[in-house]
């Protein structure tokens, strides 16, 4: 089982609508979790993080944790063509201390 | 300039030269990474340095040689590397220091995308 694992994609949303990705996790500990995005030829930039259970709003992102299912997630409200890129979920272990990412999930938002 | 820049953007070597990637942050952060990105991989934290002090080693090769002479620069020496070692090098700055908690707050310079022949 993979440490985080998300779905690689791509997800194509039309735009306006709701982008939805998901997140899960094997480490039960772990306390702080972290959406990057990744624009494609870029490096990844920090949009969002979360360490309480339920949603936390910036915006358009909305970040969902569930520790009890052991995953987080990311909505994106609007969606517009410049969303569209690669999103990284990272997770920091409770074992080791270090930030563990994801394989990130490409979203596609079509115009 | 400010952020996280890292020099040289793009770089061809062969398995037989050495060769050094740069990172150099204006943020004035305590904890430098390097990161490697390989296509369909997840990111992978290759070392850790904590107020220019090394704190991470993740298993990574002799083949690369980090260096961090103070908490702005950071280096990564190259050589007799792989074809399989051809990625995306990813420099990283975070505030906090990166000691007992490591933070997932990282930013992140543009990288240097390494072709090895």
């Known amino acids: 089982q993979k440490e985080v694992e998300q779905n690689s994609g791509p997800l194509s949303v039309p735009e306006g609508a709701i982008a939805s990705l998901n997140c899960t996790y094997s480490?039960?500990?772990?306390?702080?979790f972290f959406w990057y995005r990744q624009y494609s030829g870029k490096s990844p930039e920090l949009i969002m993080f979360?360490?309480?259970?339920g949603d936390k709003e910036d915006g358009r992102f909305t970040a969902q944790l569930n520790k009890a299912s052991q995953y987080v997630s990311l909505l994106i409200r609007d969606s517009q063509p410049s969303d569209s890129a690669t999103y990284l979920c990272?997770?920091?272990?409770?074992?080791?201390?270090?930030?563990?990412f994801g394989q990130g999930t490409t979203l596609q938002v079509k115009p | 300039e400010t952020g996280v820049t890292q020099t040289p953007r793009h770089l061809v070597m062969g398995m037989t030269n050495k060769k050094s990637l740069k990172c150099e942050q204006h943020?004035?952060?305590?904890?430098m990474y390097w990161y490697k990105q390989s296509a369909k991989k997840p990111l992978e934290l290759m070392f850790v340095?904590?107020?220019?002090?090394?704190?991470e080693n993740n298993s990574v090769p002799s083949r690369f040689s980090p260096e961090c002479p103070n908490s702005s620069h950071l280096f990564l020496h190259l050589h007799t590397l792989q074809p399989e070692d051809s990625a995306l090098y990813l420099c990283?700055?975070?505030?906090?220091?990166?000691?007992?908690?490591?933070?997932?707050?990282?930013?992140f310079g543009e990288g240097s995308r390494l072709t090895v022949l």
């Open positions: 990272a997770v920091v272990s409770s074992n080791t201390g270090k930030l563990i």
């Open positions: 943020l004035g952060h305590n904890a």
């Open positions: 340095y904590n107020f220019k002090e090394q704190t």
């Open positions: 979360i360490y309480s259970n």
């Open positions: 990283a700055s975070s505030q906090r220091p990166a000691g007992t908690t490591y933070t997932g707050e990282l930013f």
């Open positions: 480490d039960r500990g772990s306390q702080s």
